[in-house]
């Protein structure tokens, strides 16, 4: 039997290998360490290597292009049907290899490493403002003690620390502390306007995220997203552009493996 296809399971050490023929029988299962993984396929034939997709495998699916292989990713949802037995690296690896065998299985396109930095801008742009809806939380919540209540949302900052300054039963340290949250806050705004500046430039110079932004219900932070993490294919057909009406970036790639596998 001559392997034609090897599906992987990755992990953070050690790599399972599913190998197959042609008609998807198994010529062998076999553990690679990741220092070892590039250099065992090295010494290979041009192969079908299929990966789960996830924040790595991109990577590893540029390694594995460029030494001559025929690289697919299958997003997670698609491969856990196929999954027999007992959740573990083997039946992962024979899983994947078995979804891959479907004619119409659908597939993740291999990112490069620019579109894949733009995805990373992205998520460390969500990143603080979560951190700073936190921090904002934390400063209405504490005044409220002292019977200080302001209204939610960061157009109402301003406001709470002058309310802050001015409630004379505020203990000193409590308004100190709340003078330094509200530093906190100032400092993520500015990051979060540099990336805000930074992404737009991205937007603008991609024609796929103008093009997307131009759907009702779709904005340039939604069009950018989809541009940077879906197969352009996908938005070819009728059935596709009617999926992206209404489309929230957030709620859909609050994971990196979301963003990765999304097909």
């Known amino acids: 039997m001559h392997t034609t296809h090897i599906a992987v399971d990755t992990s953070k050490t050690v790599f399972t290998l599913h190998a197959s023929d042609a008609i998807g029988h198994c010529t062998g299962r076999f553990d690679l360490k990741r220092a070892k993984f590039l250099a065992y396929f090295e010494k290979q034939p041009s192969l079908t290597v299929t990966l789960e997709a996830c924040g790595g495998s991109h990577h590893w699916g540029r390694e594995l292009t460029r030494l001559g292989h025929v690289v697919r990713l299958i997003a997670p949802l698609h491969v856990k049907p196929f999954l027999k037995r007992g959740k573990n690296d083997r039946a992962d690896a024979e899983?994947?290899?078995?979804?891959?065998?479907?004619?119409?299985?659908?597939?993740?396109?291999?990112?490069?490493?620019?579109?894949?930095?733009?995805?990373?801008?992205?998520?460390?742009?969500?990143?603080?403002?979560?951190?700073?809806?936190?921090?904002?939380?934390?400063?209405?919540?504490?005044?409220?003690e002292f019977g200080l209540?302001?209204?939610?949302?960061?157009?109402?900052?301003?406001?709470?620390?002058?309310?802050?300054?001015g409630l004379t039963e505020l203990p000193e340290l409590a308004r100190e502390l709340c003078a330094e949250l509200g530093g906190d806050v100032a400092t993520l705004d500015a990051r979060i306007s540099s990336l805000d500046r930074k992404l737009a430039a991205l937007h603008k110079s991609?024609?796929?995220s103008q093009n997307l932004a131009t759907i009702p219900g779709v904005g340039p932070v939604a069009a950018?997203?989809?541009?940077?993490?879906?197969d352009p294919a996908r938005f070819t057909s009728g059935a596709g552009v009617r999926r992206l009406s209404g489309f929230d970036a957030k709620r859909s790639f609050q994971r990196r493996q979301a963003a990765a596998g999304w097909d």
């Open 95 to 144: 899983a994947i290899s078995e979804a891959a065998s479907r004619p119409s299985m659908r597939f993740v396109p291999v990112k490069n490493a620019q579109t894949q930095a733009a995805a990373m801008m992205q998520s460390t742009r969500q990143l603080l403002v979560r951190q700073r809806t936190a921090l904002i939380n934390a400063m209405r919540g504490h005044p409220s």
């Open 149 to 165: 209540v302001v209204g939610r949302g960061t157009e109402n900052v301003a406001a709470l620390l002058a309310a802050i300054a």
């Open 206 to 208: 991609n024609p796929m």
């Open 224 to 230: 950018l997203t989809l541009a940077t993490n879906v």
